[in-house]
C-alpha cells in the first residue's frame, strides 16, 4: 500500500485515545496485518527452489521479523512519524517540510514527489487483486470443487467494493476496527498454538539467522528477499494516515497489538512448517484446524476487503493532494461524510483503478503470479521517502551530517537491497507498477509543462492590470449593480474573461473582485489567514485565496471573509466570470506534437472551475478563449 496510502480519513478532531487507536487498528494496518495470508508462502516457495531444510525456515522467519522491526518498528514508527506537517504524514507532506527548509522549491524534489505518487498509484491498483485473491483462494482449501470459481468470486467482490465507494466510507469504517482487532487476535492465537510445534522456532529472533541466510545463498537470496518484503507492504501507511489518527494512537496501535500479532504468526507458521513440512505450500489457512477454516476464510475476505478499502480510500486522498499542488488537472471531487472531511470520492480515480483492479486479476489469475508484480512499487516509494529524511533530518532538524548518514544509510541499504530483489521480479510481472508509474509521471510531467506553457503564452497576449485601470479611468463604461469576481493565475494581469465582458459587453460592475487561488505546502490554512485583500479603488479588489493541500478550494466561502476586513460581500448579488479556454495545436509552439496532443486531452477531461471551486452554478458566466499551443 502506500502513500498516501490510505484510509479512510477521520477528522483532526481529538477523540479518545481508544477510539482513536480501535480507528487506527481498522485503517492504517488493514494492508500490512493481511500480509501472513502471502508472504510466508512466497517467502518459502522462494527459498525451496532447491529443497527446504531447517535453516532455509530458520532464516526466513528471522528476516521476516527482522524486517519488521528495522523497517516499520524503526523508521517509521520511531523516526519518520516524528516529521509532521501540521499534523500530516506522507510523501507530499514530507517534501513540503523538506522544501520549508531548504527556503526554495526544487525541481528534483518535485520531480521526486512525482515519482512517489506515482509508484503508489501502481501500489493502490495491485493490493486489492493481491489481498482479495489470497484470500479467497482460502476457499479452494475448504472445498477444493471451488478452485475455477475463486476468480469470478474475486472479480464479485471487487466490483462490488468499487460500486460503494461513491457512499463513502464512514458506515462500514464504524466495523473496520473491531474485524481487524478480531483478525489480529486470531493471528495470534494461531501463532500461539502452533509454535509449540517446535519451539525452536523462537531461535529465528536472532538475527544471525536472516544474515546467516543471505551470505549463504548469496545471490540467489534476492528472489527470498523480493517475497520477504510482502511483509511490510502497507507499512508507510503509518505514515500517511498520522494525520487523521495522530501519531500516539498509530504507535500504541503498532506496539500492542499489531506487531506482537505478526510476529507471532510468523513464528507460528514457521514452528509448523518445521514440524511438518508439508505444509509449506499455505501454512496461514493450514494453521487452522479443519471446523474453523471456513470462519477463517471468511474472516481473511473481511479483513481483505477492508485492506482494500483503505488503499483506494487513500488514492482518492493523494489524488487530491496532487491536483492542489497543480501536478494533475482539476478533477470532481465529492465529499462523502458531514462529520469526516476527509472522506472523499473521485469517480474519476474510482473508475481508473476499477478497470486496472479487475484487468490485474484476469491477466495473473493468482496471488501467486501477482507476487511477482506486488512489492516494486511500495520498495521505491520506501526508497523516496528515505532519501526526503536524510534532507529533513540534515537541513530541517539540524542533525549532524555523520549521525544522518549513520541512521539513514543502513535503511538505505536495506531498502535498495529489497529494491534490487524486487527488480529481479520485472520480467514476471514488476512490470506492471513500473509501466503505470512511468505513465503517469509522463501525464504529470506533461500538465505541469503544458500548464506552464499556457500560462507564457496567456501573459503574451494580456494586458497589465494597472494599465487597465488608467484605460477604464478614461473610458467610463457602463456600470451595473452588483459583485463581480474574476479568477485568475496572475494577478498582475487583466483576467482574460473581465477584458472579453468590457469588450463585448461593454459593463463593469460596481465592485469586481479579481481573485487569485493558490495552494501553500501545509496540509490546512487557518481561516484568520485564509483571506488577503488589496483595496485598487473604488471599483476594485484584489483578493488573494490560501488553501492547503487537504483543504477544499470552496471560493465563495473563503470570499464570505471580506466582510470581516469591511469589505461587502454577498452572494446573491454576485455574479462569477469564468475564462473558458478551448486549445488549438500549432507546430512550433514550443511543445512537441504528442505533447501538445496529451495536454489538450488532458485539458478537456479537466473538471470545470465551477465544480471545482464550488461556485454556485447559477451564478456562473464562462466566456471562451481560443488559445494556440
Known amino acids: 500500500m502506500s502513500q498516501a496510502a490510505s484510509g479512510a480519513h477521520l477528522p483532526h478532531s481529538h477523540g479518545s485515545l481508544a477510539k482513536l487507536t480501535l480507528g487506527a487498528?481498522?485503517?492504517?494496518?488493514?494492508?500490512?496485518?493481511?500480509?501472513?495470508?502471502?508472504?510466508?508462502?512466497?517467502?518459502?516457495?522462494?527459498?525451496?527452489?532447491?529443497?527446504?531444510?531447517?535453516?532455509?525456515?530458520?532464516?526466513?522467519?528471522?528476516?521476516?521479523?527482522?524486517?519488521?522491526?528495522?523497517?516499520?518498528?524503526?523508521?517509521?514508527?520511531?523516526?519518520?512519524?516524528?516529521?509532521?506537517?501540521?499534523?500530516?504524514?506522507?510523501?507530499?507532506?514530507?517534501?513540503?517540510?523538506?522544501?520549508?527548509?531548504?527556503?526554495?522549491?526544487?525541481?528534483?524534489?518535485?520531480?521526486?514527489?512525482?515519482?512517489?505518487?506515482?509508484?503508489?498509484?501502481?501500489?493502490?491498483?495491485?493490493?486489492?487483486?493481491?489481498?482479495?485473491?489470497?484470500?479467497?483462494?482460502?476457499?479452494?482449501?475448504?472445498?477444493?470443487?471451488?478452485?475455477?470459481?475463486?476468480?469470478?468470486?474475486?472479480?464479485?467482490?471487487?466490483?462490488?467494493?468499487?460500486?460503494v465507494q461513491s457512499r463513502g466510507t464512514e458506515a462500514v469504517s464504524v466495523m473496520f476496527g473491531p474485524i481487524m482487532v478480531v483478525w489480529f487476535v486470531v493471528m495470534a492465537v494461531m501463532g500461539i498454538v502452533h509454535i509449540f510445534d517446535d519451539p525452536t522456532i523462537f531461535a529465528a529472533l536472532n538475527p544471525m539467522h536472516a544474515l546467516g541466510f543471505l551470505v549463504e545463498n548469496g545471490l540467489a537470496s534476492f528472489i527470498v528477499l523480493g517475497s520477504v518484503f510482502l511483509a511490510v507492504t502497507g507499512g508507510e501507511a503509518l505514515y500517511t494516515d498520522m494525520g487523521h489518527f495522530g501519531r500516539r494512537p498509530i504507535r500504541l496501535a503498532w506496539g500492542i497489538l499489531v506487531f506482537p500479532a505478526l510476529t507471532l504468526s510468523y513464528l507460528g507458521q514457521g514452528a509448523m512448517v518445521l514440524a511438518r513440512p508439508e505444509t509449506a505450500h499455505n501454512p496461514f489457512f493450514l494453521m487452522a484446524p479443519d471446523w474453523a477454516l471456513p470462519w477463517l476464510v471468511l474472516l481473511a475476505t473481511a479483513a481483505t476487503v477492508i485492506a482494500s478499502q483503505a488503499v483506494i480510500s487513500g488514492a482518492f486522498s493523494v489524488a487530491k493532494q496532487a491536483v492542489q499542488m497543480g501536478l494533475l488537472p482539476r478533477m470532481e471531487i465529492r465529499h462523502t461524510s458531514e462529520t469526516q472531511y476527509g472522506q472523499i470520492y473521485m469517480p474519476k480515480i474510482n473508475t481508473i483503478l476499477a478497470m486496472g483492479v479487475v484487468a490485474l486479476v484476469l491477466a495473473f489469475g493468482s496471488s501467486s503470479n501477482l507476487a511477482s508484480a506486488y512489492g516494486i512499487a511500495v520498495t521505491g516509494d520506501m526508497v523516496i521517502t528515505s532519501i526526503l529524511a536524510v534532507f529533513l533530518l540534515n537541513r530541517a532538524w539540524k542533525w549532524p551530517l555523520a549521525l544522518t548518514l549513520a541512521v539513514m544509510v543502513p535503511l538505505l541499504v536495506l531498502e535498495g537491497l529489497f529494491l534490487a530483489a524486487n527488480l529481479t521480479k520485472v520480467a514476471d510481472g514488476g512490470y506492471i507498477p513500473i509501466l503505470f508509474a512511468a505513465l503517469l509521471c509522463l501525464v504529470m510531467w506533461t500538465w505541469v509543462r503544458g500548464s506552464a506553457h499556457v500560462k507564457r503564452k496567456s501573459r503574451d497576449s494580456s494586458i497589465d492590470f494597472d494599465s487597465l485601470i488608467r484605460m477604464l479611468e478614461k473610458s467610463h463604461p457602463v456600470e451595473v449593480p452588483g459583485t463581480a469576481v474574476f479568477l485568475t493565475a496572475e494577478p498582475d494581469t487583466a483576467p482574460p474573461a473581465l477584458l472579453h465582458n468590457l469588450k463585448h459587453n461593454r459593463v463593469l460592475h460596481k465592485l469586481n473582485f479579481i481573485v487569485t487561488v493558490t495552494v501553500a505546502p501545509v496540509p490546512e490554512v487557518p481561516e484568520a489567514e485564509r483571506l488577503e485583500l488589496v483595496r485598487v479603488n473604488d471599483r476594485f479588489v484584489k483578493a488573494s485565496l490560501t488553501f492547503g493541500y487537504m483543504d477544499d478550494q470552496n471560493v465563495p466561502k473563503g470570499l464570505a471573509l471580506a466582510r470581516k476586513q469591511g469589505e461587502k460581500f454577498d452572494i446573491m448579488t454576485t455574479s462569477f466570470f469564468l475564462n473558458h479556454r478551448s486549445y488549438r495545436s500549432a507546430r512550433d509552439e514550443g511543445l512537441p506534437v504528442w505533447q501538445e496532443r496529451l495536454f489538450i486531452s488532458l485539458a478537456r477531461g479537466a473538471t470545470n472551475a465551477t465544480e471545482f471551486y464550488r461556485l454556485p452554478s447559477n451564478r456562473v458566466l464562462e466566456l471562451g478563449q481560443q488559445l494556440t499551443i
Open 25 to 163: 487498528i481498522g485503517v492504517v494496518y488493514g494492508d500490512i496485518g493481511t500480509s501472513p495470508l502471502y508472504a510466508m508462502r512466497e517467502s518459502l516457495h522462494a527459498a525451496s527452489r532447491d529443497g527446504l531444510v531447517r535453516e532455509d525456515v530458520l532464516g526466513v522467519i528471522s528476516l521476516l521479523v527482522w524486517t519488521l522491526m528495522l523497517i516499520v518498528t524503526l523508521k517509521y514508527v520511531t523516526l519518520i512519524m516524528r516529521a509532521d506537517n501540521n499534523g500530516e504524514g506522507g510523501t507530499l507532506s514530507l517534501i513540503a517540510l523538506v522544501q520549508r527548509a531548504l527556503k526554495r522549491r526544487p525541481t528534483a524534489l518535485i520531480a521526486l514527489g512525482a515519482v512517489g505518487i506515482s509508484l503508489f498509484f501502481g501500489d493502490a491498483i495491485i493490493t486489492p487483486a493481491m489481498s482479495v485473491l489470497s484470500a479467497v483462494e482460502g476457499s479452494a482449501l475448504v472445498a477444493p470443487g471451488l478452485q475455477p470459481y475463486v476468480v469470478p468470486m474475486v472479480l464479485g467482490i471487487i466490483v462490488a467494493l468499487f460500486a
